[in-house]
C-alpha cells in the first residue's frame, strides 16, 4: 500500500440546478416514476454514489438527482438516481431490471482512504487486488470491537470502487484511536481492531 502522490478531490460535490417535474412515489416496495412507470429499488446500506449530477425529479420531500462516475460521466437516468449526498445517509437508487451482487462479491480495483467534512476529499488511494482483499477480509479476521468508539482521534472514509460498478462506492469506515485502529462496516455493523494494516496506506497517521 502506497500514499497517493497528491490529494485527490473525488467527485461527491453537489452540482445544483433547478428541479425537474418528474414525479416519483413508493409503491410495492419500488420507487415509481409516474410518468413511464419504470421502478428503481434502493441499494443496500454501504453504498453511494461517486458523484451527483442534476435535479431530475421529486419524491415527496426529496428531490432526485443524476449519478456520476468518478471522472464526471453522466449515467442514465432510467438505470440510476440518487437523493442528495450525505454521506453514507445517502440513497442511491438503480433500475429494477438491474442488480448490484453483494459487497462480498465485488472485484474492487481502488480504496480511497477520505477525510470528509463539507466535501470529500481523498488523501490517500489504495490498489492491488491483495491490498484491497486484506482490507476487506479484515471484517472476518481481525478482533471484534465495540462501535461505536469514545475514543477516536482521527476518522477516514475508505471508499472502494469497482471499474464494473463505475458510479457507485461502498464505503467503510476506518478510525485512529487512542485503543488501536479500528475499521467499521455499518451495513453488518461489525468492527475490527485493524491493527497497523493501514498505517503504510496512511503514513501521516502511523506515529
Known amino acids: 500500500m502506497q500514499k497517493a502522490a497528491a490529494l485527490l478531490t473525488l467527485i461527491c460535490c453537489l452540482f445544483m440546478t433547478s428541479c425537474g417535474t418528474v414525479k416519483f412515489e413508493y409503491k410495492d416496495g419500488m420507487l415509481v416514476n409516474t410518468k413511464d412507470k419504470s421502478t428503481y429499488n434502493a441499494?443496500?446500506?454501504g453504498f453511494?454514489?461517486?458523484?451527483v449530477g442534476k435535479a431530475v425529479g421529486e419524491y415527496g420531500a426529496f428531490t432526485l438527482y443524476t449519478v456520476l462516475t468518478p471522472s464526471g460521466d453522466e449515467?442514465?437516468?432510467d438505470v440510476w438516481l440518487t437523493e442528495q449526498y450525505s454521506g453514507n445517509a445517502t440513497t442511491v437508487y438503480l433500475s429494477s431490471k438491474e442488480s448490484v451482487p453483494s459487497f462480498r462479491k465485488i472485484q474492487f480495483d481502488k480504496c480511497y482512504v477520505c477525510i470528509e467534512d463539507e466535501n470529500v476529499m481523498a488523501v490517500a488511494e489504495i490498489d492491488g487486488k491483495e491490498n484491497i482483499d486484506a482490507?476487506?477480509?479484515s471484517l472476518d479476521t481481525s478482533s471484534r470491537a465495540l462501535w461505536p468508539r469514545t475514543d477516536i482521534v482521527t476518522s477516514y472514509s475508505?471508499?472502494?470502487?469497482?471499474?464494473?460498478?463505475?458510479?457507485?462506492f461502498?464505503?467503510?469506515?476506518?478510525?485512529?484511536?487512542?485503543?488501536?485502529?479500528y475499521l467499521y462496516d455499518r451495513a453488518s455493523g461489525v468492527c475490527v481492531d485493524v491493527g497497523g494494516l493501514l498505517e503504510d496506506a496512511v503514513p501521516d497517521i502511523a506515529g
Do not use: D, Q, R, W
Open 43 to 45: 441499494l443496500p446500506t
Open 48 to 51: 453511494e454514489p461517486c458523484g
Open 75 to 77: 449515467m442514465p437516468t
Open 135 to 137: 482490507i476487506i477480509s
Open 158 to 168: 475508505l471508499k472502494l470502487h469497482s471499474e464494473s460498478l463505475a458510479p457507485i
Open 170 to 181: 461502498y464505503s467503510l469506515v476506518y478510525c485512529v484511536c487512542e485503543s488501536g485502529n
